[in-house]
């Protein structure tokens, strides 16, 4: 199986981690931000991440990729969400990419590495949000206090390796991309129980994070 993916895309994260938990082979296709082509053809819209079957066949949406994968291990992923974790995933959500945009084609990831896939995501996101990348970056103060006081409300909710304190559920499978993708950012500051958590599903997932590049 083949995955299609960006590397800063928390969707894609997690079709990576449901490979990696499951123990189900798939091969890493990154593709240009700007490539509208590929994922128009393979599943008729410019998203991923995309899934290639094994009966040579697409699918998207990444919950349903998770989902598919787990199957294929017969190793199905609990469906369980606490509404306190959803209700923090929708919170933090709300604002922040506003840290993750400006910061995300700073780090050489693949799906940036030419000039014209780094402009066609800022005009993209720049239009989603109606702010540009420089205001973004001059947010950074007022959105880090936000965040570390939502990171605080999160730390409480870790209750082992898991965020359940049981097997890997879906819970997992939404907030670790999203505090992955926090690690981009120089100067946040995760509580230990966080911090813990966010190595330990990265060592599991096999995923890198960012801390060794933050901007």
Not at 3 to 18: I, N, S
Not at 100 to 128: D, H, M, N
């Amino acid at each position: 199986m083949k995955l299609y993916v960006y590397d800063h895309c928390p969707f894609c994260t997690r079709a990576r981690m449901a490979a990696a938990l499951r123990g189900v082979a798939t091969e890493l296709v990154y593709l240009p931000n700007d490539d509208e082509d590929t994922p128009i053809r393979l599943i008729g819209a410019k998203q991923l991440p995309i899934l290639q079957k094994e009966d040579g066949s697409h699918m998207g949406e990444s919950l349903d990729i998770v989902r598919h994968i787990a199957a294929q291990a017969n190793t199905p992923i609990s469906e369980t969400i606490r509404p306190s974790i959803q209700a923090w995933a929708g919170q933090v959500g709300e604002y922040y990419n506003q840290l993750l945009f400006p910061r995300s084609i700073q780090l050489g990831l693949p799906e940036f590495a030419t000039p014209s896939a780094v402009v066609y995501f800022i005009l993209k996101k720049e239009a989603s949000v109606g702010t540009g990348i420089a205001q973004m970056l001059d947010k950074t103060p007022d959105l880090l206090a936000q965040i570390h006081r939502d990171l605080h409300a999160l730390a409480s909710q870790i209750h082992s390796d898991t965020l359940n304190g049981s097997d890997i559920s879906m819970e997992d499978i939404i907030i670790f991309p999203m505090l992955r993708n926090l690690s981009m950012v120089r100067g946040i500051q995760f509580p230990q129980v966080v911090q813990d958590y966010i190595a330990n599903m990265a060592a599991r997932s096999q995923i890198n994070t960012y801390f060794d590049c933050a901007v």
